[in-house]
């Protein structure tokens, strides 16, 4: 059974950091996309970052240099280290697991960001 579990999602002041994780099971890790998207109330969700089975990420536009995505084969876990957070960063975060056929979510994590 596939799962994907985030956590490390909170309140945090503007202009804080957080690092999310997402732990996965059930895939050959080393095969998928990994990808963390987020959806803010009444908006859509949209990519923040991802990053390939080889390691190479890409990055939002509203995201690059305050995020960075990293992955763990090993661990098989996949990061994402938020700095310089935004009263527009909040939403739920959630982890995506992709490959041709195959794409699965996690539940999210919610991170709000407010003073």
């Known amino acids: 059974q596939v799962q994907l579990v985030e956590s490390g999602g909170g309140l945090v002041q503007p202009g804080g950091s957080l690092r999310l994780s997402c732990a996965a099971t059930g895939i050959v890790f080393t095969n998928y996309r990994m990808a963390w998207y987020r959806q803010a109330p009444g908006k859509q969700r949209e990519l923040v970052a991802a990053?390939?089975?080889?390691?190479?990420?890409n990055y939002a536009s509203f995201v690059k240099g305050r995020f960075t995505i990293s992955r763990d084969s090993a661990k098989k876990m996949v990061y994402l280290q938020m700095h310089s957070l935004k009263p527009e960063d909040t939403a739920v975060y959630s982890c995506?697991?992709?490959?041709?056929?195959?794409?699965?979510w996690g539940q999210g994590t919610q991170v709000t960001v407010s003073s």
């Open positions: 995506n697991a992709y490959q041709i056929r195959r794409d699965y």
């Open positions: 990053i390939t089975s080889g390691g190479t990420p």
